[in-house]
């Protein structure tokens, strides 16, 4: 078995634990409504622009796994994913908050009865293909990189790509007390590539049809 797919699948095992106190409490998808007035202000509008650790675009979150996001508040909270302004927000939130947001973006704009296709319809060049096998992607985030194996691991397909890319990169990121995500499986994968490499892969999966989108907020409900 590839030995970077043998690590990724133990680390997933042991980490169930880890989260199981914020993940099996149960989120109110109506109560969340009431709780992501922080959140809409960069989420809820296209094309909206962060400026740190540089400028792109903020991720899509409407759509996204409930698990998967209360796992990335979690991290934010815990200083596993060093973010200042992620993490000043994530430390307001019990972790019943952290269930109910995620129950309201996990169902936000979500169409009834829509389905994406088993595999991706855009064909990944040769280049990016290897870097795919390389990376043992679809391993955790499925064939179509919209279902994950794992519903703490987030849908990617569609996401802006030079958020993917920032993203990728934190992942590389050691000793730097405000940039950085510490994780043992997307660091292992993302130290493989250069940062060019990074940039093919998010483009590739940035073209792909996904289940992410912006639903526009207001702060006046």
């Known amino acids: 078995m590839n030995k970077l797919l043998t690590t990724v699948l133990t680390f997933a095992v042991a980490s169930v634990g880890t989260l199981a106190s ?6 109110d998808a109506k109560a969340g409504h009431a709780k992501v007035d922080m959140c809409i202000g960069c989420h809820g509008i296209k094309g909206y622009q962060a400026s740190f ?21 979690s991290a934010y909270k815990k200083g596993d994913r060093k973010h200042p302004t992620m993490r000043g927000i994530a430390d307001s939130l019990s972790d ?11 169902t936000l704009g979500v169409v009834e009865g829509a389905a994406l296709p088993a595999k991706p319809t855009v064909q990944p060049s040769a280049q990016v293909a290897a870097l795919l096998t ?10 179509n990189f919209s279902k994950p194996i ?22 590389k990121t050691e000793g730097n007390p405000l940039v950085g995500r510490g994780n043992a ?23 792909l049809d996904g289940e992410l989108k912006v639903v526009p907020q207001s702060r006046f409900r």
């Open 96 to 106: 019943q908050d952290m269930a109910d947001v995620a129950a309201y973006y996990s």
């Open 22 to 27: 914020a993940q099996d409490i149960v989120g």
């Open 53 to 73: 650790p540089e400028v792109h675009k903020v991720p899509m979150i409407s759509g996204q796994g409930a698990k998967y996001i209360i796992s990335a508040l």
């Open 134 to 143: 390389k990376g043992a992607c679809v391993s955790c985030h499925g064939d």
């Open 150 to 171: 794992d519903p703490s691991y987030p849908k990617i397909a569609g996401q802006h790509a030079d958020y993917l890319y920032v993203a990728l990169k934190s992942y």
């Open 185 to 207: 499986i997307m660091g292992g994968v993302a130290k493989q590539f250069s940062n060019a490499e990074l940039k093919a892969l998010a483009s590739y999966v940035h073209s």
